[in-house]
T-cell receptor, first 112, second 115 residues
Framework: GESVGLHLPTLSVQEGDNSIINCAYS??????FIWYKQESGKGPQFIID?????DKRQGQRVTVLLNKTVKHLSLQIAATQPGDSAVYFC???????????FGKGTTLSVSS | GAVVSQHPSRVICKSGTSVKIECRSL??????MFWYRQFPKQSLMLMAT?????????EQGVEKDKFLINHASLTLSTLTVTSAHPEDSSFYIC???????????FGSGTQLSVL
């Protein structure tokens, strides 16, 4: 079965709010994690990644948090904008050179 | 970032015909490419790993004779859906990794509709 999953299938926020998207993974051997954004009819777009030797990484308006104790990953989006509306996937990798395994995805809907 | 080009973006075909999808790495060499399939409102499911110069590795449940993968060069991998049927209708996405980096870059996807 899937080794990566998501707690919430949909998330609706107001423009300007902060968004938090969660992801649970089950493979304790996973050491690399990525968040992707996918807009309708398009391929996934890289947002941010994190390795297992870190617990936090920040990008532009986004922050990824990794809690290896409970095998939980989250994506925080600051000041969410309508253009952030999309499906967000977390993905993991446990062996260098192999494919990423994707979670189910969370649909983020931002209203203005 | 690295660019992965995929085409066609959309194809409609009759049942029983074959469809070829191309995936190119434009500004880097990709010894390994990955093919995913995505059904509506679902996640990406790995179909196969395409290795330049060797046979592809297919995931369990994916028919290798139906989904032919060719990776003849470091910048091109093709997926051919042979004798397509309506149940093969899906969004197919390729991806590639710059060899020294674990980040996967994705093509824009191909929406296949089999009538």
């Amino acid at each position: 079965g899937e080794s990566v999953g998501l707690h919430l299938p949909t998330l609706s926020v107001q423009e300007g709010d902060n968004s938090i998207i969660n992801c649970a993974y089950s493979n304790s051997a996973s050491d690399y994690f990525i968040w992707y954004k996918q807009e309708s009819g398009k391929g996934p777009q890289f947002i941010i990644d994190i390795r297992s030797n870190m617990d936090k990484r920040q990008g532009q308006r986004v922050t990824v948090l990794l809690n290896k104790t409970v095998k939980h990953l989250s994506l925080q989006i600051a000041a969410t904008q309508p253009g952030d509306s999309a499906v967000y996937f977390c993905a993991e990798n446990s062996q260098a050179g192999t494919a990423l395994i994707f979670g189910k995805g969370t649909t983020l809907s931002v209203s203005s | 970032g690295a660019v992965v080009s995929q085409h066609p973006s959309r194809v409609i075909c009759k049942s029983g015909t074959s469809v070829k999808i191309e995936c190119r790495s434009l500004d880097f060499q990709a010894t390994t490419m990955f093919w995913y399939r995505q059904f509506p409102k679902q996640s990406l499911m790995l179909m196969a790993t395409s290795n330049e110069g060797s046979k592809a590795t297919y995931e369990q449940g994916v028919e290798k004779d139906k989904f032919l993968i060719n990776h003849a060069s470091l910048t091109l991998s093709t997926l051919t859906v042979t004798s397509a049927h309506p149940e093969d209708s899906s969004f197919y996405i390729c991806s590639a990794r710059v060899s020294s980096n674990e980040k996967l870059f994705f093509g824009s996807g191909t929406q296949l509709s089999v009538l």
